[in-house]
């Protein structure tokens, strides 16, 4: 079962940082680490605080910019969109999900 997007908070995401989601994916499931959550200063009342999650994987997978069912390791399940995003030198490839 899917947790909805439209009520994500950056809260809901701060003990999955470090963690391993997989993503569904053809030929084969990708496993990408929530490296970090990045949150946006505080909006008008009654609007959602902006937040963003970076994912990494390893150089050698390639995710395009799409959605993707994502589970984590504690059994939450999403649906979010991923963009990959310019990577640091660090050997990994960087993507980012953006909640307004």
Do not use: C, W
């Amino acid at each position: 079962m899917f947790i909805e997007t439209q009520g994500l908070t950056a809260k809901m995401f701060a003990s999955e940082v470090g963690q391993v989601f997989t993503a569904e994916t053809v030929p084969e499931p990708v496993q990408l680490t929530l490296l970090r959550l990045v949150e946006g200063s505080a909006p008008n009342p009654g609007f959602r605080t902006p937040f963003s999650l970076i994912f990494t994987t390893p150089m050698s997978v390639l995710l395009l910019e799409a959605q993707y069912r994502l589970k984590s390791a504690s059994g939450r399940e999403y649906l979010l969109h991923l963009s990959p995003i310019v990577s640091p030198l660090d050997g990994q490839r960087h993507y980012q999900a953006q909640f307004n």
